[in-house]
């Protein structure tokens, strides 16, 4: 949680130097390339720190330790999957569940109806999600606020949320944006779960997964935070 609040306060003081945020901004992306680099060399685990965030407009609110397994992905297990979730409740029960040990399961991240997002394990990690070992190793999980059978409960403001972290989990592990590699947990060989259901409008989430732009803006780093408010 500290380490995105410190991103954020940086992005203020980039906006109150001005011009000189610009250079910054290369600065950081330049630093960011070379991280990745380093991380792509075999038989060597990644740095963490501690509520650092693979997406930057989620926030941070860790799992239990009992509901995910510790792992060095895309370098152990290749990424290749988003599964899509239906909590069957609130984005607070969602959060209360994750965090429970004996719950046995968590998602990385949680949706709400607003568009919030809370990461809870990092990408790099094996999240409980899926109950199905390979479809775990492979894949990042979302859990939605909501219902299966309550179709208002999948909002504009959500499902335009969810596109943005999908867009950008594929795009960080070169997934392509279809139904075969973005998927519902009812697809997962061997579920018994039922979600995201048939009111989760599968057309529009892909459509909307394939409109992000190449080059979102993110909050925390880029020239971007110039013109943020
Ligand atoms: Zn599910």
Same mark, same amino acid.
Not at 147 to 155: E, I, M
Not at 197 to 201: K, T, V
């Given at each position: 949680m500290g380490r995105n609040e410190g991103q954020r306060g940086f992005g203020r003081r980039a906006v109150l130097i001005g011009g000189g945020a610009a250079l910054v901004g290369v600065g950081v992306a330049a630093r960011d390339e070379l991280a990745r680099a380093w991380w792509r060399l075999p038989g060597m685990e990644k740095k963490r720190v501690e509520g650092e965030l693979d997406h930057a407009g989620a926030v941070w609110t860790a799992a239990s330790r009992s509901n995910w397994r510790r792992a060095d992905r895309p370098d152990d297990y290749t990424i290749d999957r988003v599964v899509i979730h239906v909590v069957q409740g609130s984005y607070r029960t969602a959060l209360r569940v994750f965090k429970d $040990? &004996?719950?046995g399961a968590a998602a990385h991240y949680v949706v709400g109806k607003d568009g919030r997002v809370a990461q809870m394990i990092r990408e790099l990690d094996v999240a409980f999600h899926a109950g199905n070992r390979g479809v775990n190793e492979r894949s990042i999980g979302i859990e939605h606020e909501g =219902?299966? +059978?309550? #179709?208002? +409960? =999948?909002?504009d403001a959500m499902y335009a949320s969810s596109a943005r972290l999908t867009a950008g989990i594929c795009r960080r592990y070169g997934i392509p944006v279809d139904r075969e590699h973005i998927i519902g947990h009812v697809e997962v060989p061997g579920t018994d779960h039922t979600d995201p &259901? #048939?009111?989760? +409008?599968w057309d529009r989430y892909i459509r909307l997964v394939r409109a992000v #732009? /190449? /080059?979102? $803006?993110s909050p925390s780093t880029g020239p971007s935070t110039t013109t943020a408010s």
């Open positions: $040990p &004996g719950h =219902f299966v +059978d309550r #179709p208002r +409960d =999948f909002t &259901g #048939p009111h989760w +409008d #732009p /190449a /080059a979102s $803006p």
